[in-house]
């Protein structure tokens, strides 16, 4: 075999390599999309009978994430965040652009995590199961099933003292 045929196969396996990559991740951003969807109408349906009472307001809003590797113009994750209102207080899910192989994250902005540290809600495929991820600095994460209960003992944080029984 010559070098210009050696090239030439060289370049169709590249291209097959890179359309394979292609394939695979719009497959994991389809996944991400998707999951974030079922996250929100879960958590919706668990405070559904608290919004039905006026007790708490649900919306989603349009929201893009980006990262370094995907800046607003070309980002492709396109999605929505959930926002929580009680209390005087809102709680934001708000997805992050997907991390390696296909692990999805939300930020959750307007709770907590004591001092320093951050909340996040995580999903690593093909597991479909969401984990509460709460880090301060150098510790071990607190990770917990994120569950109707364990959401809901979460949010009661958001309420004053005084008016708490």
């Not at 292609?22 to 994991?28: C, D, G, H, R, V």
């Amino acid at each position: 075999m010559d070098q210009v045929q050696q090239l030439g196969e060289m370049l169709k396996h590249y291209a097959q390599s890179e359309e394979h990559k292609k394939q695979q991740f719009e497959a994991q951003c389809s996944h991400w999309s998707v999951s974030i969807n079922g996250l929100f109408e879960r958590i919706e349906q668990w405070l559904q009978p608290l919004r039905d009472a006026g007790l708490v307001e649900l919306a989603r809003e349009p929201y893009l994430a980006t990262s370094a590797s995907f800046p607003a113009p070309v980002s492709p994750f396109a999605s929505h965040k959930l926002v929580i209102t009680l209390a005087l207080r809102t709680v934001e899910f708000v997805p992050e652009a997907m991390g390696a192989k296909g692990q999805i994250s939300l930020a959750v902005m307007g709770l907590t995590s004591d001092r320093y540290g951050s909340i996040s809600v995580v999903c690593t495929p093909p597991a479909e199961d969401w984990l509460w991820r709460k880090e301060r600095g150098v510790k071990d994460p607190e990770v917990h099933p994120l569950t109707a209960d364990f959401l809901a003992l979460q949010l009661q944080a958001l309420i004053p003292r005084q008016h708490r029984e």
